[in-house]
């Protein structure tokens, strides 16, 4: 069972490229979602989804797009990178209805991205 | 979804229980307590939850007071490896979305 996959674990990109983070999941599960992480800080949400062909914005959403064309995937799009999105990403899957059993969130190992 | 305070930093001794308190004084009748762990910035693991009962399982025990405002993890036996930063959600259970809204957290430092 490999759960949450990131790909690529470590990237450098060149203000202005544009790029796309995957994420993928095993588990079946409805919900995934796309947080950043910089230093010292804790997680903030980008995006999420629901299920498949539902996306909508998170706290920081400006300068990413998303798409949820299956249940398993939901890629991070990077449109014209920018030094300020230097960060680490996660991405993460669950259940719905939250607070049963088995609804807790599984998350990736993340994805290293620096923009020069 | 209700906010949560934790302190920023706790210490703790090999082999001894650490209690890392969390308050959420405006949490709402249907909001669960969640807590998740990040062990130096790998993805964040899930700890435990719970609504009013107190919970344990086979990583740590949540306590929630009677009048929900307030909350104490229990990691029983400490190890090095236990050192993480702590992050205490709140978020309601019936929702039907995947929004986790995270804190700052405690960084527990277990000490040899």
């Known amino acids: 069972n490999a759960g949450v996959t990131q790909t690529p674990k470590f990237q450098v990109l060149k203000t202005g490229q544009s790029m796309t983070l995957q994420c993928a999941q095993d588990?079946?599960?409805?919900?995934m979602s796309w947080y950043r992480q910089d230093p010292g800080m804790g997680l903030r949400l980008i995006h999420y989804?629901?299920?498949?062909?539902?996306?909508d914005q998170g706290e920081v959403p400006n300068g990413y797009n998303v798409s949820r064309s299956t249940t398993e995937d939901f890629p991070l799009r990077l449109l014209s990178a920018a030094p300020s999105q230097t960060s680490v990403y996660f991405c993460?899957?669950?259940?719905?209805?939250?607070?049963?059993?088995?609804?807790?969130?599984?998350f990736g190992q993340g994805t290293r991205l620096t923009v020069v | 979804d209700a906010k949560t305070t934790q302190p920023p930093s706790m210490d703790c001794a090999e082999g001894r229980a650490a209690n890392l308190p969390c308050n959420h004084s405006?949490?709402?009748?249907?909001?669960?307590v969640y807590w998740y762990r990040q062990i130096h910035s790998q993805g964040p693991q899930y700890i435990i939850h719970?609504?009013?009962n107190n919970e344990t399982n086979e990583m740590a025990s949540l306590i929630i007071t009677e009048d929900r405002k307030s909350s104490t993890l229990i990691l029983p036996h400490a190890t090095l490896r236990d050192t993480a930063v702590y992050y205490c959600?709140?978020?309601?259970?019936?929702?039907?979305?995947?929004?986790?809204?995270f804190g700052q957290g405690t960084t527990l430092q277990v000490k040899p």
């Open positions: 993460a899957s669950s259940y719905s209805n939250w607070g049963r059993k088995n609804t807790e969130a599984f």
């Open positions: 719970g609504l009013k």
């Open positions: 588990m079946n599960h409805e919900y």
């Open positions: 959600i709140v978020r309601v259970g019936s929702s039907n979305t995947g929004k986790l809204i």
């Open positions: 405006t949490i709402s009748g249907n909001e669960y």
């Open positions: 989804s629901v299920g498949a062909g539902i996306t």
